[in-house]
């Protein structure tokens, strides 16, 4: 199994333009995140979803749009991209009730400049 | 407001003696708490994790204490060894909470075990 796996590992942007980050998961998983992490400030989630086809916000959620069209994958979309948007994206999933323990992807690291 | 607080940025230890990580957190309604190690160009992995009902989890080198009363969890690596430096998030979560399985995250420590 690949676990959670990421697309692209890196990438730099300038203001304004747009990307996907594309997350896959192969564990069955109902549930699935997106994070980011920025320096002093731990992982803050950004969106998640409880299924295929629903998605919700998160602690971070302007700026950012989602979609879970396949229970495998969760897409994370950035139509404008800001400097404040630079910060490692995690992905992560989990079983609705593993007892919370959540599975998290390598990351991606955005640049916008 | 930051509901789960590290208040240790980095710590620093010898291989083979206890390393000892922090973690307080504010809201009451959390009652699973849980502990990430990263390390660099990394996802965090799941480390341990202990449920309000238990005073303390052990799995092998790894003891997490909860004392509810104070807000506050630690986790113990005994003996450390110079493997476990990395990153290491506390994560707290509202198991009553319906829908998501939310968890929120400190701000890390950064342990480095010195051979």
């Known amino acids: 199994n690949a676990g959670v796996t990421q697309t692209p590992k890196f990438r730099v942007l300038k203001t304004g333009q747009s990307m996907t980050l594309l997350c896959a998961q192969d564990?069955?998983?109902?549930?699935m995140y997106w994070y980011r992490q920025d320096p002093g400030m731990g992982l803050r989630l950004i969106h998640y979803s409880v299924g295929e086809g629903t998605t919700a916000k998160g602690e971070v959620p302007d700026g950012y749009n989602v979609s879970r069209l396949k229970k495998q994958n969760f897409l994370l979309g950035l139509e404008s991209a800001a400097p404040s948007q630079t910060s490692v994206y995690f992905c992560a999933s989990s079983y609705p009730t593993s007892g919370y323990e959540q599975y998290f992807g390598p990351g991606t690291r955005l640049t916008v400049t | 407001d930051q509901q789960v607080k590290q208040n240790s940025p980095s710590l620093s230890v010898q291989e083979g003696r206890i390393s000892i990580l922090n973690c307080d957190y504010t809201?009451?309604?959390?009652?699973?708490f849980l502990w990430y190690k990263k390390y660099p160009a990394e996802g965090p992995t799941f480390l341990i994790s202990i449920s309000s009902i238990k005073d303390k989890n052990e799995d092998g080198r790894f003891t997490v204490f909860l004392n509810k009363s104070a807000k506050h969890l630690s986790l113990h690596i005994v003996p450390s060894q110079p493997g476990d430096s990395a990153v290491y998030f506390c994560?707290?979560?509202?198991?009553?909470?319906?829908?998501?399985?939310?968890?929120?995250f400190g701000e890390g420590t950064q342990l480095t075990v010195n051979p």
């Open positions: 994560a707290a979560s509202a198991l009553r909470e319906t829908s998501g399985s939310r968890l929120t």
């Open positions: 564990m069955n998983h109902e549930y």
């Open positions: 809201n009451s309604m959390f009652d699973y």
